[in-house]
Nanobody, 122 residues
Framework: QVQLVESGGGLVQAGGSLRLSCAAS????????MGWFRQAPGTEREFVAA????????YYADSVKGRFTISKNNAKNTVYLQMNNLKPEDTAVYYC???????????????WGQGTQVTVSS
């Protein structure tokens, strides 16, 4: 069982930066693929980024490539999402997710956090 708790959301102006954190419980953190999804009002939840348990492989949605960076600290059981050059269309609830495997475009993680709101003003 894995429990995930996000933090770091907030209100920022366009062009600004935020860093989201996701604290994971459970001794199996190091063997899980960790990721971030987001959901804006009236839309479906969409994939943002993921990182392999080794930390050597990362995956990003085209819409955030070059602006967002996912990383993890195994010693702290924490995964991060550094978001730079934020745009109003990045406004959404951001969810941390975890799963033993990565499913590519059809990834459906087994474990989810409660979400943290990110609002980008124009």
């Amino acid at each position: 069982q894995v429990q995930l708790v996000e933090s770091g959301g907030g209100l920022v102006q366009a062009g600004g930066s935020l860093r989201l954190s996701c604290a994971a419980s459970g001794r199996t953190f190091r063997s899980y693929v960790m990721g971030w999804f987001r959901q804006a009002p009236g839309t479906e939840r969409e994939f943002v980024a993921a990182i392999h348990w080794s930390g050597y492989h990362t995956y990003y949605a085209d819409s955030v490539k070059g602006r967002f960076t996912i990383s993890k600290n195994n010693a702290k059981n924490t995964v991060y999402l550094q978001m730079n050059n934020l745009k109003p269309e990045d406004t959404a609830v951001y969810y941390c997710a975890a799963d033993p495997n990565y499913g590519g475009s059809f990834w459906s993680p087994a474990y989810w956090g409660q979400g943290t709101q990110v609002t980008v003003s124009s």
